[in-house]
């Protein structure tokens, strides 16, 4: 059984820095693509970060010179660093992983709260 576990995420002042961590057990990271997604309330589910397996990343505009994402799939995890934090960002974040463009998954995500 396939399962993604997210941590590291809690309450921090603006411009306060989180890292998140996501581990994979049933799955091999190797080969995958991973992303990082947010549940922001009244909003659309929204993409964050995505690394290929080759480490290239992309960022969404909002995140992108602030929030780093990398991989280490030696341990199955990809991290989420997130510097310059502001109360916009706040949300539950979310794990996926994409391989071979079909096969998806998703954990259950953990909640970033940045208070003004």
């Given amino acids: 059984q396939v399962s993604l576990a997210?941590?590291?995420?809690?309450?921090?002042?603006?411009?306060?820095?989180?890292?998140?961590s996501c581990v994979g057990s049933g799955i091999s990271f190797s080969g995958a693509s991973?992303?990082?997604?947010?549940?922001?309330p009244g909003k659309q589910r929204e993409w964050v970060?995505?690394?290929?397996?080759?480490?290239?990343?992309?960022?969404?505009?909002?995140?992108?010179t602030r929030f780093t994402i990398s991989r280490d799939d030696a341990k199955n995890t990809v991290y989420l660093q997130m510097n310059s934090l502001k109360p916009e960002d706040t949300g539950t974040y979310l794990c996926n992983a994409l391989r071979g463009g079909a096969m998806e998954y998703w954990g259950k995500g953990t909640l970033i709260i940045v208070s003004s």
């Fill in 6 to 20: 997210e941590s590291g995420g809690g309450s921090v002042p603006t411009g306060g820095s989180l890292r998140l």
């Fill in 34 to 40: 991973m992303r990082w997604f947010r549940d922001i």
């Fill in 49 to 64: 970060a995505t690394i290929w397996d080759s480490g290239t990343t992309y960022y969404s505009d909002s995140v992108k």
